[in-house]
């Protein structure tokens, strides 16, 4: 069965560094996301990626955060400056090529970024 | 107030006990609703969508009302399996499928 994956699993970095956290979505998904989820608290959405650009980011996604799709596998979400508060687990989730909000999102196993 | 809620519980069932976990949205834009189930650090995986006439799936029963702004799971049954954190999530008419959360609700189900 198809899966969406990510790496690293956990990623350890000091605050102010740059990270990159990579996804390879489901091979025929046209829609992707990022989510993340800080530890004790609900899943919240950062961004969502479509034809090759941003088609709607939350509040958190400043200016410290890009995503890219560099090469048509994979996604990467890049946090430029790390502070303490991005500490938290980052879903990506992929969807298929149907318009509309029923279909499923797949979500990856998740990166774990620690901020120290 | 948040935008979708759900009582954290966490709910202790013994085996075979029906447990229903409610959720209230407040946003009326929402169009597409769903139960996702949660286990301790993992992803969040899609248990079932919820539609307005209501759906069952083996031993989960989903309902919604909109006039009310109310999505219900009801599970049949409970087995040791079902222990986990249940998300109720929508996503607003848009077509970007942006998801919302809920908080989640702990289910322990007990021998």
């Known amino acids: 069965e198809p899966e969406v994956t990510q790496t690293p699993s956990h990623q350890v970095t000091q605050m102010g560094q740059e990270v990159i956290l990579r996804c390879v979505p489901i091979?025929?998904?046209?829609?992707f996301y990022w989510y993340r989820q800080i530890l004790g608290q609900k899943v919240e959405f950062l961004v969502s990626f479509y034809n090759n650009e941003i088609s709607e980011k939350s509040e958190i996604f400043d200016d410290q955060f890009s995503v890219e799709r560099p090469d048509g596998s994979n996604f990467t979400l890049k946090i430029r400056s790390t502070k303490l508060e991005d500490s938290a687990m980052y879903f990506c989730a992929s969807r298929g090529p149907l318009a509309g909000g029923y279909n499923e999102q797949f979500f990856g196993p998740g990166t774990r970024l620690t901020v120290l | 107030r948040k935008e979708v809620e759900q009582d954290p519980g966490p709910f202790n069932v013994p085996e075979g006990a029906t447990v229903a976990f409610n959720c209230t949205y407040s946003n009326s834009a929402s169009q597409s609703f769903f139960w996702y189930r949660q286990d301790c650090r993992k992803e969040p995986k899609l248990l079932m969508s919820v539609y307005s006439s209501g759906n069952e799936d083996g031993r989960f029963t989903a309902q919604l009302n909109r006039a009310s702004q109310y999505i219900s799971l009801l599970i049949r049954d409970s087995k040791l399996s079902d222990s986990a954190t249940y998300l109720c999530v929508v996503n607003r008419r848009s077509n970007t499928g942006k998801l919302i959360f809920g908080q989640g609700t702990t289910l322990q189900v007990k021998p």
């Open positions: 091979s025929n998904h046209l829609y």
